[in-house]
């Protein structure tokens, strides 16, 4: 059953050895929601009914040690814009891609299902982050404007972990032509990132190494949890696999990061 007691989240040691910093990649686990939305759907745009999302938020905060009300996230564009945030955000979310936070006790969040969610830390200056990073986030820039954003308030480049969640892999991610022309004429180097499709003229795009690598080229040190959305349907949403299946609408899975202490 999908319908869990409580959220299990997947930590990892590169942010979970960081002391007072707590954070989850929730997985689809652990929540109230049914059907296509089974069960922890935190996705306040999908269909799903508004008060099992309300309570599935709940459950994440709670994972978190935090009130519901100081679970923040953003109204998701996939833009280059991340927001410093330093209270609980109050009615219409922001229109943002990437939080950042220097204030304990509030969780920032994204929200995915098959974009990459990556989560910040500098444990030095106890400042946090949270990108979503599909992949017109990553080549715009989201993850440089997270990485600014931080050291505004006071983190330090080198002092900066990042980790790249669960996101879909290069086996389920084919692209067509155009998509392979944007990335070639940005930079010849990133032909990297591409691999031959079963279609003529289509190709398998590495989302995961391409985001890895503009956070490495970015001055930072991070890693990635290598785990798939798309394949994995049993512990992720997917946003390409209902399309591939002509589902009406999918659920969101959440990553989460928080400075403890109050």
Same mark, same amino acid.
């Given at each position: 059953?999908?319908?869990?007691?409580?959220p299990?989240?997947i930590?990892?040691?590169?942010?979970?050895?960081?002391?007072?910093?707590?954070?989850?990649?929730?997985?689809?686990?652990?929540?109230?929601?049914?059907?296509?939305y089974?069960? @922890?759907? !935190?996705?306040?745009?999908s269909?799903?009914?508004?008060?099992? /999302?309300?309570?599935?938020? %709940? #459950?994440?905060? *709670?994972? @978190?040690? !935090?009130?519901p009300?100081?679970?923040?996230?953003?109204?998701? /564009?996939?833009s280059?814009? %991340? #927001?410093i945030? *330093?209270?609980?955000?109050?009615?219409?979310r922001?229109?943002?891609?990437?939080?950042?936070?220097?204030?304990?006790?509030?969780?920032?969040?994204?929200?995915?299902?098959?974009?990459?969610?990556?989560?910040f830390?500098?444990?030095e200056?106890?400042v946090?982050?949270?990108?979503h990073?599909?992949?017109?986030?990553?080549?715009?820039?989201?993850?440089?404007s997270?990485?600014?954003r931080?050291?505004?308030?006071?983190?330090r480049?080198?002092n900066?972990?990042a980790?790249?969640?669960?996101?879909?892999?290069q086996?389920?991610?084919?692209?067509?032509?155009?998509?392979?022309?944007?990335?070639?004429?940005a930079?010849?180097?990133?032909?990297?990132?591409?691999?031959?499709a079963?279609r003529?003229r289509?190709?398998q795009?590495?989302?995961?190494?391409?985001?890895v690598?503009?956070?490495?080229?970015?001055g930072i040190?991070?890693?990635q949890?290598?785990?798939c959305?798309?394949?994995?349907?049993?512990?992720?949403?997917?946003?390409?696999?209902t399309?591939?299946?002509?589902?009406?609408?999918y659920?969101?899975?959440?990553?989460?990061?928080?400075?403890?202490?109050?």
């Open positions: 059953m999908l319908n869990d007691l409580r299990e989240p930590r990892t040691p590169a942010l979970a050895q960081l002391d007072g910093i707590d954070h989850g990649f929730f997985t689809r686990k652990g929540g109230v929601s049914d059907g296509l089974a069960s @922890l759907n !935190v996705g306040l745009g269909s799903d009914d508004p008060a099992l /999302v309300r309570e599935n938020r %709940a #459950r994440v905060a *709670r994972q @978190l040690g !935090v009130a009300t100081h679970l923040v996230t953003q109204y998701q /564009v996939h280059a814009e %991340a #927001r945030v *330093r209270e609980p955000v109050a009615g219409d922001p229109e943002a891609d990437g939080l950042v936070t220097d204030v304990p006790g509030l969780a920032i969040g994204v929200l995915t299902a098959d974009c990459g969610p990556v989560l830390a500098d444990p200056a106890r946090i982050g949270a990108a990073a599909g992949w017109q986030g990553a080549f715009g820039g989201i993850l440089e997270t990485i600014e931080m050291i505004e308030i006071g983190a480049r080198d900066i972990v980790v790249l969640g669960p996101s879909i892999s086996k389920n991610y084919e692209v067509g032509p155009e998509f392979v022309a944007r990335f070639r004429l930079d010849p180097k990133n032909d990297r990132y591409f691999a031959p079963a003529e289509h190709a795009f590495d989302l995961n190494t391409y985001t690598d503009r956070l490495r080229a970015a040190g991070a890693t949890v290598d785990r959305t798309y394949a994995e349907e049993e512990l992720f949403f997917s946003y390409r696999r399309t591939h299946r002509k589902e009406p609408d659920g969101r899975q959440i990553s989460a990061i928080v400075l403890e202490g109050n």
